[in-house]
């Protein structure tokens, strides 16, 4: 008698059956953070059908021995994407996602769509499957893709059990998801781009945080939930506040949100909890934890503050800017600190030296991101970008910080060479005279003399462009500027990110605001081989490793992914 059973599950799962139903186990070797860049490693466990059935129904004709197949129904993955030919087919080029049938890399990549289950020689009632390489080499991930879920099935030909007699469940619902019949593996991480693992790792380091921060906020959290009060440690920063040789970490570590239809009106006490904590926290490591003592605190009286760690006074240490997001709620309750206003100016947190901070704060609110050098003085001035009001007609606009407030210290027209606000906007000692310049890209659409439409391949033209200082001050006049490079891209709808990444400038190495070198070009083999192909004595200035051992440090995912030529070119370099 020949029998089918069919269902479907999810990686690693593991069944408990009621009633007149049996027990199936089917489990992922690594049952919690099932990764894509682990061994894909399945076992299925007849174990408990044994209990019930008598192995001439379970295994049917075929003695002590099934044929259990794992059928992948679909493989679902998406790459973000700034590519026109990738990105045409979507509707106005809005959508920068690209969408990928990682079925059909299995496929291309072992010539079937199933995997077979063999029997294990120590238990007749057990199967597994070992992929040979990582779940990422599989199915042939690469970097910058997104791997988001395969959907199963499993099959046990010429078996004497009918499908009704089973139910499968899951002790996984992080890796496996159970779904009318089939089962969905879900990797956590998704990608195989280096930061995810960075920031797996973080999760498993023991520490004292939370509880710490719970004790801390004791005085503001509501135990009936009034409104929404936020503990989550928000905008990180860890850096060297009092000059101990030790990094503290500085967070916002409370906020709150109403929101405009919160129509309630608060009383007194639930309006002094309108603010934003911020604090400064000593770590020292005991064993393999992290122990948290809380050094420095204050409530500040904003709403969602963002935190950002600079030096303001030029003085080699860290002061604290902080840029308060808008009041969400009604008038009714919205605090007296706000006067008239749903804005709060930034405050400033000057450092002493030592971790203590004095508290001041501008007459505006603006990106602390702008603060910057315009001419090598004690002080940071305001220099960004802005359009007239017709969206058109790009300037740089540099103030100067006049007792805490901010006068027009020049505005630059650069209408005649760029369409769109000016990015990237950030100091660098080009030239090595001890200096800060101005480093900046702008851009230009070329619509071929047509009006604009959104279904035309419409180009891009950037030019990355510096201004020397004269004398230690920065005038970002035409004739004093000059184009670095260029280079032309597809323009498309909604592309609001910055194109530019220094990857190293004459060796330097910096650390606070512009990261020299990039931080994360080892581990990119789009950044390693054509900089390769330019450079082939490159060292990286921190690491001290030359780029062809960067480059055969990469994974071989990460290598296959990249033209045989240039693998051509390092092996015969070599």
């Not at 894509?36 to 209990?51: A, F, G, M, R």
């Not at 979507?90 to 079937?112: A, T």
């Not at 303001?312 to 007296?336: C, E, M, Q, Y």
């Not at 659409?445 to 920065?474: A, C, F, H, W």
């Amino acid at each position: 008698m020949r029998n089918f059973a069919k269902f479907f599950t999810c990686v690693i799962l593991l069944m408990t059956f009621t009633n007149s139903y049996s027990q199936i186990k089917i489990d992922l070797k690594k049952q919690t953070k099932f990764s894509i860049k682990d061994t894909l490693e399945i076992q299925v466990d007849l174990t408990e059908l044994s209990e019930t059935f008598s192995d001439e129904e379970i295994f049917g004709n075929n003695g002590n021995e099934l044929e259990i197949i794992l059928e992948l129904n679909k493989a679902t993955g998406r790459k973000i994407t700034q590519n026109y030919e990738e990105s045409k087919n979507q509707d106005n080029y809005q959508i920068k996602e690209v969408y990928i049938d990682f079925k059909e890399r299995l496929i291309n990549n072992i010539g079937s769509s199933t995997l077979k289950l063999i029997k294990k020689s120590s238990n007749k009632y057990i199967y597994y499957y070992k992929s040979p390489s990582s779940t990422a080499e599989l199915f042939q991930v690469q970097s910058p893709e997104y791997f988001e879920e395969t959907s199963w099935s499993i099959s046990f030909n010429n078996s004497g059990v009918n499908s009704d007699n089973f139910y499968i469940q899951t002790s996984d619902s992080e890796s496996i998801n159970l779904k009318d019949g089939e089962f969905d593996i879900m990797p956590f991480d998704q990608t195989v781009a280096p930061y995810n693992q960075l920031m797996y790792y973080s999760e498993n380091v023991k520490n004292n945080l939370t509880e710490l921060i719970n004790d801390i906020n004791k005085d503001l959290i509501y135990d009936d939930q009034r409104f929404y009060q936020g503990q989550t440690p928000r905008f990180l920063q860890y850096k060297d506040f009092d000059n101990d040789g030790e990094t503290e970490l500085l967070a916002r570590i409370y906020d709150y949100v109403l929101g405009y239809e919160y129509d309630r009106i608060l009383s007194n006490d639930e309006k002094d909890r309108l603010v934003s904590r911020i604090a400064l926290f000593e770590k020292e490591n005991v064993n393999d934890s992290i122990v948290y003592s809380l050094k420095w605190k204050y409530d500040e009286k904003s709403e969602g503050t963002e935190v950002h760690a600079i030096d303001l006074d030029n003085d080699n240490d860290f002061d604290i800017i902080t840029k308060p997001d808008v009041f969400h709620g009604t008038v009714i309750n919205r605090p007296k600190y706000y006067n008239d206003s749903f804005h709060r100016p930034n405050s400033l947190y000057i450092n002493d030296g030592n971790g203590g901070f004095t508290v001041d704060s501008l007459s505006v609110n603006i990106n602390p991101n702008n603060l910057l050098q315009a001419d090598n003085d004690d002080l940071l001035e305001l220099i960004y970008s802005d359009l007239d009001i017709t969206g058109k007609n790009p300037k740089l606009i540099i103030k100067e910080n006049v007792n805490s407030e901010y006068i027009s210290d020049g505005v630059y027209d650069f209408s005649s060479l760029y369409d769109e606000t000016i990015g990237g906007i950030r100091n660098i000692d080009f030239n090595n005279d001890g200096n800060q310049d101005l480093l900046f890209f702008g851009s230009s659409t070329d619509y071929n003399g047509e009006p604009y439409d959104s279904t035309q391949d419409d180009i891009r033209k950037y030019s990355l462009s510096v201004s020397l200082s004269k004398n230690g001050k920065i005038k970002p006049e035409l004739d004093n500027i000059s184009v670095v490079s260029t280079f032309e891209t597809p323009f498309m709808i909604g592309w609001e990110g910055d194109p530019i990444d220094i990857i190293d400038f004459k060796g330097l190495v910096l650390k606070d605001g512009l990261n020299l070198p990039h931080k994360m070009m080892h581990h990119r083999n789009f950044v390693l081989f054509p900089l390769f192909e330019i450079e082939k004595n490159w060292v990286h200035p921190l690491l001290k490793t030359n780029i062809k051992d960067l480059i055969l440090s990469l994974s071989n995912s990460e290598i296959r992914s990249i033209k045989q030529i240039w693998i051509n070119a390092i092996i015969e370099y070599a």
